[in-house]
């Protein structure tokens, strides 16, 4: 019912600004929620932002006040725009979608910070 494909990842001094964004296919976009996870080397994988149906978000105490997370219905995406970026947010970020208890995932794209 939904596939997702991540894209804007890449290489970024530490300091500087990303924005990924996640291209949804499915008829039902608009009434999922939406969120972004990242997975670093031998770690698991977690949560950054989510945004519901109705436009609410939700940030890991890690990415508030860097990160925003959100959402386009009509043309069916969901951007991460990251500001202030750290090595440690080097990992693979991965487009999540939830709905009727059912998760969805993009392939992932890779953002790493040099320091």
């Known amino acids: 019912q939904l596939q997702l494909v991540e894209s804007g990842g890449g290489l970024v001094q530490a300091g500087g600004s990303l924005r990924l964004s996640c291209a949804a296919s499915?008829?039902?976009?608009?009434?999922?929620?939406m969120g972004w996870y990242r997975q670093a080397p031998g770690k698991q994988r977690e949560l950054v932002a989510t945004?519901?149906?109705?436009?609410?978000?939700n940030y890991a105490d890690s990415v508030k006040g860097r990160f925003t997370i959100s959402r386009d219905n009509a043309k069916k995406i969901v951007p991460l725009q990251m500001n202030s970026l750290k090595p440690e947010d080097t990992a693979v970020y991965y487009c999540?979608?939830?709905?009727?208890?059912?998760?969805?995932w993009g392939q992932g794209t890779q953002v790493t910070v040099s320091s």
């Open positions: 499915g008829t039902v976009f608009s009434i999922s929620a």
């Open positions: 945004i519901t149906a109705g436009g609410r978000t």
């Open positions: 999540n979608a939830f709905f009727r208890s059912q998760n969805y």
